[in-house]
């Protein structure tokens, strides 16, 4: 019987940069490294346990740390994130993460998720804008905005994005001239809230936004404080106190919470404030729990 070949171990490095690293030297080997990358996966083998990752090759086995992530995307074309010269993922905006040190991050096949290295971030910062105190990804050829929440979320907050398959004009993801409303719930308060800056088609005769999309954008935010709970209820009544006039094409913050549950039966509150946190209307509304059958 022929003696079995043992393995031959090497030990390498992936930088912050996505650089490949082997005693400290940059490899740019094109060809080894695409074979490199298209190979590495969770260290699976029991063996350098702090080499988190490797990359078989043939008789070689290539253990490899990180500095942050195994995959780093160094540029953002063609709707790809690269991050080797012939290695991609389809660029999905719904899974971008950003750390408490505000660097960004994307979903990878290795790992996770693949840091976004500053090529990349320069050119995908400019359809990023607040959204409190995350962040929402806005393309223009995209009807719909993404929030990018952070990497950890925690436990209390849940998002309440535009819903597939639904048709509502304010969160239904396949309503093509819907608002496509996002949101952000905080479990523990009952709490919802968002941002929004109204476009041009929501205007009234004053040139601000007309009355009935006042309370549309009220009612919405006011049902979410339900949906976040998983109840479904639609709205009883609906009463709303206008107290300054609401601008189109400003950021709105958009505020709901829970007073009051008896039986089937919810009472909440919902406001509208400006940038500068100003009230503009405000609102309490009634809403009936459909009976589970």
């Given at each position: 019987?022929?003696?079995?070949?043992?393995?031959?171990?090497?030990?390498?490095?992936?930088?912050e940069?996505g650089?490949?690293l082997?005693?400290?030297?940059?490899?740019d080997?094109?060809?080894?490294?695409?074979?490199?990358f298209?190979?590495l996966?969770?260290?699976?083998?029991?063996k350098?346990?702090?080499?988190?990752?490797?990359?078989?090759c043939?008789?070689?086995?290539?253990?490899?740390?990180?500095?942050?992530?195994?995959?780093?995307?160094?540029?953002?074309?063609?709707?790809?994130?690269?991050?080797?010269?012939?290695?991609?993922v389809?660029?999905?905006?719904?899974?971008?993460?950003?750390?408490?040190?505000?660097?960004?991050?994307?979903?990878?096949?290795t790992?996770?998720?693949?840091?976004?290295?500053?090529?990349?971030l320069?050119?995908?910062?400019?359809?990023?804008?607040?959204f409190?105190?995350?962040?929402?990804?806005?393309?223009?050829?995209?009807?719909?905005?993404h929030i990018v929440?952070?990497?950890?979320?925690t436990q209390?907050?849940?998002?309440?994005?535009?819903?597939?398959?639904?048709?509502?004009?304010?969160c239904?993801?396949?309503?093509?001239?819907?608002l496509?409303?996002?949101f952000?719930?905080?479990k523990?308060?009952?709490?919802?809230?968002?941002?929004?800056?109204?476009?041009?088609?929501?205007?009234g005769?004053?040139?601000?936004m007309?009355?009935?999309?006042?309370?549309?954008?009220?009612?919405?935010?006011?049902?979410?404080?339900?949906?976040?709970?998983g109840?479904?209820?639609?709205?009883?009544?609906?009463?709303?106190?206008?107290?300054?006039p609401?601008?189109?094409?400003?950021v709105?913050?958009?505020?709901?919470?829970?007073?009051?549950?008896?039986?089937?039966?919810?009472?909440?509150r919902?406001?509208?404030?400006?940038?500068?946190?100003?009230?503009?209307?405000?609102s309490?509304?009634?809403?009936?729990?459909?009976?589970?059958?």
């Amino acid at each position: 019987m022929a003696e079995q070949q043992s393995h031959r171990e090497y030990f390498f490095e992936i930088d912050e940069r996505g650089n490949v690293l082997h005693n400290g030297n940059e490899i740019d080997d094109k060809p080894f490294v695409h074979t490199f990358f298209t190979r590495l996966k969770e260290n699976d083998t029991g063996k350098h346990i702090e080499y988190p990752y490797y990359s078989p090759c043939g008789y070689e086995i290539n253990f490899v740390k990180v500095v942050d992530t195994p995959i780093v995307f160094q540029r953002w074309e063609n709707d790809k994130l690269w991050y080797h010269d012939t290695l991609s993922v389809p660029f999905l905006p719904e899974t971008l993460r950003f750390s408490d040190e505000g660097i960004l991050y994307h979903y990878a096949k290795t790992g996770g998720y693949g840091r976004i290295s500053m090529p990349a971030l320069m050119h995908i910062s400019e359809y990023l804008e607040p959204f409190g105190d995350f962040f929402l990804f806005r393309n223009p050829n995209d009807s719909i905005a993404h929030i990018v929440e952070p990497l950890l979320l925690t436990q209390d907050i849940s998002i309440l994005r535009p819903k597939i398959g639904n048709e509502c004009f304010g969160c239904g993801h396949e309503n093509k001239n819907g608002l496509h409303l996002s949101f952000i719930f905080h479990k523990s308060e009952k709490r919802t809230e968002s941002w929004f800056k109204a476009p041009e088609m929501m205007t009234g005769t004053f040139g601000i936004m007309h009355g009935g999309f006042v309370g549309l954008l009220l009612d919405e935010t006011m049902g979410k404080v339900l949906s976040g709970q998983g109840i479904k209820a639609p709205t009883g009544t609906l009463n709303i106190r206008y107290h300054k006039p609401t601008p189109i094409g400003k950021v709105l913050h958009l505020i709901g919470w829970q007073i009051s549950e008896t039986g089937r039966k919810y009472v909440i509150r919902g406001e509208i404030r400006d940038e500068q946190e100003v009230l503009l209307a405000e609102s309490e509304g009634l809403f009936i729990r459909v009976p589970v059958s």
